[in-house]
């Protein structure tokens, strides 16, 4: 079988304080950091015995690479010969020497850049490492009006073959000429601009694609509560099968992506995990 796992655990502490996050300094107490570190580890153990080939991405609501044990579960993870992808959604705060101890044609980045949050020259140096070291990762930016002006700095000054992704702010209309100024930075942003129907339409989710939390318990996505089993006692398995959507829109790109009705999986070839497009319409294929 092969199985993408979107795994995210209890971790919800981060170290930036942006207004359009829920979880903005949040700090975790000694225990729920150890609460974390045990149950990511478990997961990996689970990961490394697998039988099946696995494709992972880590979502935790928290920064994940200021903790020790995310960076070395990454590393590990990226070296085994099963794991074909290994990555984790990121505001890349922490330094990036710990990569050279990955296998960098496994792992990969989803970086976010918060404009108000670091300054942009450390942000963009951070970039130009990990282009530098041949690391596979996208940079995105929330679409709010306040980040455009740094949006479009950013675009010039990323190496070319870097996709610059743009997520349609939560609560925010983006009316006809605003959205022509971020499809001018993304020209995918009309997938984020509008929640997308997907009641009765068939995803791979619960099929090829699953969710698990900190304690093992499998569903088929984040925003899908029903649960399928557990992880480690194998009892998702038999739950493992095509399935409509049973929710009216999906409006997350994580989920959206695996919708059958949407050609994301042909635009991402290859780098759904990370947010790569293998071709980015109006510009050049990526680099390999």
């Known amino acids: ?17 942006c207004p359009y996050c829920p979880f903005a300094k949040r700090r975790d107490s000694t225990a729920q950091l150890r609460a974390d570190r045990e149950a990511l580890e478990r997961f990996a153990r689970w990961a490394t015995d697998s039988g099946d080939g696995l494709s992972l991405l880590f979502t935790p609501w928290g920064e994940g690479l200021v903790r020790s044990w995310y960076r070395r579960t990454l590393t590990e993870l990226s070296r085994l010969p099963h794991v074909r992808r290994v990555a984790i959604q990121t505001n890349l705060s922490c ?39 041949g690391v596979r990762f996208s940079v995105g930016v929330v679409g709010l009006p306040g980040h ?18 743009i997520n ?11 959205a022509d100024d971020w499809t001018a ?9 509008h929640p997308h129907r997907s009641a009765g339409l068939p995803c791979r989710t619960g099929e090829s694609v699953i969710s698990v939390d900190g304690a093992g318990t499998v569903r088929r996505c984040h ?48 780098g759904v995990l990370e947010r790569v497009p293998s071709v980015l319409p109006g510009r050049a294929p990526r680099a390999p």
């Open 1 to 17: 079988m092969d199985l993408t796992v979107l795994y995210r655990g209890p971790l919800a502490s981060c170290d930036y304080d």
């Open 95 to 133: 330094r990036t020497g710990w990569l050279a101890d990955a296998d960098l044609d496994t792992l990969a980045l989803w970086c976010t850049y918060h404009p108000g949050q670091t300054p942009y020259d450390r942000f963009l140096g951070k970039c130009r490492e990990l282009a530098d070291r």
């Open 148 to 165: 455009l002006a740094a949006a479009r700095r950013l675009r010039d000054d990323l190496p070319p073959h870097v996709y610059l992704w």
């Open 168 to 178: 349609a702010a939560e609560g925010h209309t983006y009316d006809d000429a605003e």
């Open 185 to 193: 930075l993304d020209p995918l942003f009309p997938y984020s601009r």
């Open 223 to 270: 925003f899908v509560r029903d649960e399928l089993g557990n992880l480690y006692d194998g009892s998702y398995r038999a739950a493992l099968r095509p399935r409509a959507c049973p929710l009216a829109v999906c409006d997350c790109h994580i989920g959206y992506v695996h919708l059958e009705s949407l050609p994301l999986y042909d635009v991402f070839a290859g």
